[in-house]
């Protein structure tokens, strides 16, 4: 698992336009950080950048998941926040988006050991250095 911390959100469509060139079938970014740190709107804009489009992002906090179509994979935006346990994660058929899609988890602490080792996880922490 590659770690990156990012300690602004000064430009965050950047950051999603770097991270678009790895976003392949079965790759997994692991979004983490305090409510307000950034993690909705990195993914906002990595989804409009691999999807093409320029449509609304929701949070996927109340309905855990929302799926999206690229050219290249289907892309699942999830939200782990309200899972309770892993057995959940298991439940909503989960599994299937880390083989099957390009994945983009908020929230992701409870199911971290169910990641692929090719995960990329990214901490957002703007709050705690001022830029």
Avoid at 49 to 64: A, D, M, N, R, Y
Avoid at 85 to 90: G, M
């Amino acid at each position: 698992m590659t770690e990156f911390i990012y300690n602004s959100l000064m430009d965050p469509r950047k950051s999603a336009e770097y991270f678009a060139q790895f976003a392949k079938t079965g790759q997994c970014f692991a979004l983490s950080g305090d409510l307000g740190s950034g993690k909705t709107t990195f993914a906002s804009y990595l989804i409009r950048l691999l999807t093409g489009s320029i449509e609304e992002v929701p949070s996927p906090t109340f309905s855990v998941v929302q799926i999206y179509e690229s050219p290249t994979a289907v892309v699942w935006h999830i939200d782990c926040y309200r899972l309770k346990s892993q057995d959940e994660f298991f439940e909503l058929g989960l599994e299937e988006a880390l083989s099957s899609g390009i994945t983009i988890i908020e929230w992701p602490e409870l199911v971290l050991p169910l990641l692929p080792a090719n995960t990329i996880k990214i901490l957002f922490r703007p709050n705690e250095f001022p830029c």
